[in-house]
């Protein structure tokens, strides 16, 4: 085999262990790519304000959604973790009364550009029942601050937190990838 077919080879099937990519045009601010495992249906829209893309699994068996909303600050108010991690706790209060949990803890993602905070929260209506399409029993709400002038929020909604549909969505989060742009 040739070093040319052996490398052709080879990206082809580096290709399929990523499973899918989504990449983000963020204009003058960059470029925002998501690597999923599984098989997942991407929505964007965009307006002058936010980019919004809306991640649902292909198939039917599978409850699990994921939305992220890139926006592009004037000010940035979230310049230190500290400030990041409270507001996304300030934010999740309303949720955090009516689950399971109670409080609004703010766990850091673990991400390779930027910060960002998430908290976590069971619905106790839905907790212990079979699964149905468009309930989710888990939720988690956050931030990520990728620059000065883009933020990012992010909701993951599925069956559970150790669900597959689930860790594909957060390591989805976690694992991608911001190329700044000429702007700010």
Known sequence: ??????????????????????TLDLGPHG??????????????????????LTLAPKKEGVNASCTVQV????????????????????????IAEESVEKKAYG?????STGYGFYCSFTDPKLRGRPMEKGNYKVMSVG????????LVDVQIMGEG????????????IEGMEYTPGRGR
């Open 71 to 94: 926006s592009f600050p004037e000010t940035d108010r979230y310049d230190t973790k500290a400030r990041l991690k409270l507001r996304v706790e300030a934010d999740c209060y309303g």
């Open 161 to 172: 937190f150790a669900d597959e549909a689930y860790q594909q969505l957060l390591g989805a």
């Open 143 to 150: 931030k990520v601050r990728l620059s000065a002038a883009v």
């Open 31 to 52: 470029r925002l790519t998501l690597y999923l495992l599984g098989e997942w249906r991407a929505n964007t829209t965009r307006n002058t304000e936010q980019i919004t």
């Open 1 to 22: 085999m040739t070093m040319t077919r052996f490398l052709l080879l080879f990206l082809v099937s580096a290709a399929g262990l990523f499973g899918q990519m989504e």
């Open 107 to 111: 766990r850091e993602f673990s991400l």
